[in-house]
């Protein structure tokens, strides 16, 4: 989901963990230095912060290509770049094999097993319980509206990002969401036995010479997509480590959607998601799963988190331009 890309770690989820990776200092006593550096240089200075650089869809897939290939350093431990096992692709019909981690097979259907399979199914009853297919890798380019803030430096969304989809084997994808060049988010998905699950999530924050690269490891994997698909279905858990934390999630509408001037049926979900330990904070999302492309097509986030006592908000809103990537 996205990009569940949801965030803590958002689509599903979104968090950050702590650490400044090659800086090696502290982030809260950087962040007040380099405020009261602003304060001293002036608005020049501010708008160097503030301003971000988007990430065009031709950059996106070509960053997608070395990614797919295997040419791209790994996010992620154990992430996109190990592509051996990745299942098998049959080129004459355009759909790609591979195995969970209880040896079941899962498929990736072409885009026209896609529309024939959704245009089936005209009840929500044809969805609790069944098999999903795993999402199409590619770009995927979404209309973006929102902000993000560190005290004394708030900055806008790019109208625009990209979200890179690929799939890495044993039932597992990655999706690497690019808000800006000074803003990306990768996340680790794995096909378990309820559903979807989020098992690692990477968040790289940059403000003008200060970057908080960090990682989160959920243990166990976060439900982000059930397979059991009805109004009021609810469900939680927790997961341990040097950030841990709750969720509580629940399936609260059943309806359609215009993506790119197709209709297609999705299922709203809301996520109430506290962390503690390193981090601490709460995320809140809501997002539109569409299950017959295993895509989160529409996201809504806030998020309030603190590391090492500096506190990050933003709140963003996305909707998918179009439900099939670009290669």
Known sequence: MNELEMYPGTHPLRALRNGLHGLRIHWKG???????????SGAGAYRWVTHVNPVDKNTAIE???????GNASAPVAGGASDRRGAGRRDEVRGRRETRTRDGSAVVMASHS????????????????NEKWELPEEGVYSWATDGYEEVPGARREFPKESQRIITVNGDGRWTTHHYFSQEHE?????????????????RNKITFGPITNDSTIDFAPPMLVGPKHLEVGYEWGGTWEGDTHGDYSSKIVEHTTMDIGGESVEVWGMSYVINLHGKQEGQVNAQVWLAPDYSLTVQEHYVQDVESSG????????QKLKSLHPEQ
Do not use: C, M
């Not at 950087?30 to 001293?40: C, D, E, G, K, W």
């Not at 097993?113 to 609790?128: G, K």
């Open 30 to 40: 950087a962040v007040a230095y380099f405020i009261v550096v602003l304060l001293l």
């Open 63 to 69: 960053l997608f290509r070395a990614e797919r290939d």
């Open 113 to 128: 097993e896609r529309r024939q399979t959704a245009q089936q199914r005209t009840t929500a009853s044809s969805h609790p």
């Open 185 to 201: 988010i990768w996340t680790v998905f794995n096909w378990g036995n309820d559903g979807a699950e989020i098992a690692q999530q």
């Open 310 to 317: 500096t506190k990050y908000h933003a709140e963003w809103t």
